[in-house]
């Protein structure tokens, strides 16, 4: 079987995208695919998601730390409330991503997000998307960018106020906190969820 893992210095498999640079190698080995189960860690992730459309995330990954300085560590009540002198604010600060439409999906996605509160949460919902079966890539080819799953997150989360959603982006966030398994199978982190039992 081909495979497109890439054997790093200290003999563990990663796929091509975080062997190289220390800062996604760290994010991979230590954060994504794992499960977010908490709303303001899912609010944050979701966010940084839809900042990343159309960069690269080592780009967003170096401004993490600034995003979480402007968004006040991404507490959903308190971005909720934030007002135009916040979105002057953030509109000048050369930390994070300076998008005006991403910045006020990130404000209207704080408060749908409290909003959702009265049927469950935002976690509930997007892990009610779970798919009965995750992908097994042993390629980079072979990874979905989009599933049936993430077109229909896609659709619930627009249909209650959220903006910025659409499947592929949904499917990244899927990927990214471990409501799916996309981990290359000879990868060191495959299965390494505890969502997903790893079968031959």
Not at 141 to 147: D, G
């Amino acid at each position: 079987m081909v495979s497109d893992v890439v054997i790093g210095d200290d003999g563990l498999a990663r796929p091509a995208w975080a062997a190289v640079d220390p800062l996604l190698r760290e994010y991979y080995d230590t954060e994504w695919g794992m499960p977010v189960r908490d709303e303001r860690g899912l609010f944050e992730r979701l966010s940084l998601e839809a900042f990343q459309s159309g960069l690269s995330w080592a780009t967003i990954l170096r401004k993490r730390p600034a995003f979480r300085a402007a968004f006040r560590d991404f507490d959903p009540d308190v971005v909720a409330a934030f007002d135009d002198d916040d979105r002057a604010r953030l509109m000048a600060d050369a930390g994070i991503v300076r998008n005006r439409l991403k910045v006020d999906a990130t404000v209207a996605n704080a408060r749908a997000t409290v909003a959702l509160r009265e049927a469950g949460g935002l976690v509930d919902l997007v892990w009610s998307f779970r798919p009965a079966e995750t992908p097994r890539p042993a390629t980079a080819a072979e990874v979905p960018t989009t599933s049936p799953e993430s077109v229909a997150l896609s659709r619930a989360l627009k249909a209650v106020g959220f903006r910025f959603v659409g499947p592929t982006t949904m499917h990244a966030l899927m990927e990214a906190t471990g409501i799916v398994d996309t981990h290359l199978v000879d990868s060191h982190r495959r299965g390494s969820s505890g969502v997903w039992a790893e079968t031959p």
